[in-house]
């Protein structure tokens, strides 16, 4: 039998971060370890503020051929040329967003916990859907996405899917056989050397 190939990682830059230092940090990371995708997922809804952003995290990414996501602004990220956007209102602008972004964007969905919305982002079009918390936890309403919901989607469903939130050395170790990406963000830039404290979830997938 095939050994599945590890999952791969997909970074989520912290709600707030400062613009004259993390991209020093990120740039660190991303030349320590491989990585597939990065996603700009700042609170402010100040466009100024994301567009600066994303300028500056784009020459990083785009520099080492990783991919960059921007998490909703959809009609932002196509203008500032960046490679997808990522969607938190489950599945119900997948169709609409991949017609504004054409087919060769990427188009992801966050769908929680619910496998019915998985399935319906999937169908819509959505090139990956993430699913989360892991575990219980201090996120949302405590809620989280069970291992068997990831079990069951890489035993069924063909469009990769992300973990998510909440993710600790143990249940990377857990869901490695079950999903196609890792999403990781405070758990690695609350860190002193956020590229250490990747390296040991890393080495935890086995």
Not at 15 to 26: T, W, Y
Not at 58 to 84: K, P
Not at 143 to 153: H, K, P, R, T
Request: proline letters at 4%.
């Amino acid at each position: 039998m095939d050994t599945p190939e590890q999952p791969q990682l997909y970074l989520i830059t912290p709600a707030e971060f400062e613009l004259s230092s993390f991209p020093d940090v990120l740039a660190a990371v991303l030349d320590t370890h491989p990585v597939a995708c990065v996603r700009l997922s700042m609170a402010t809804r100040d466009e100024d503020r994301l567009s600066r952003a994303a300028d500056a995290l784009r020459e990083i990414t785009h520099a080492r051929d990783v991919a960059l996501v921007l998490s909703d602004h959809i009609l932002l990220s196509d203008r500032l040329g960046l490679d997808g956007v990522h969607l938190t209102d489950a599945a119900r602008s997948v169709r609409d967003t991949r017609k504004a972004l054409g087919e060769e964007a990427i188009v992801g969905c966050f769908c929680a916990t619910s496998r019915h919305d998985g399935m319906t982002a999937g169908e819509a079009g959505a090139d990956y859907v993430s699913f989360g918390p892991v575990q219980a936890s201090s996120l949302g309403d405590g809620s989280f996405a069970e291992i068997d919901l990831f079990q069951w989607w890489s035993e069924v469903i063909e469009v990769p899917v992300v973990a998510e939130g909440a993710l600790d050395e143990n249940m990377m170790r857990i869901l490695a056989p079950f999903t196609d990406f890792f999403g990781l963000g405070d758990e690695i830039w609350h860190a002193e050397n956020p590229s250490q404290a990747l390296g040991t979830l890393i080495a935890a997938m086995g």
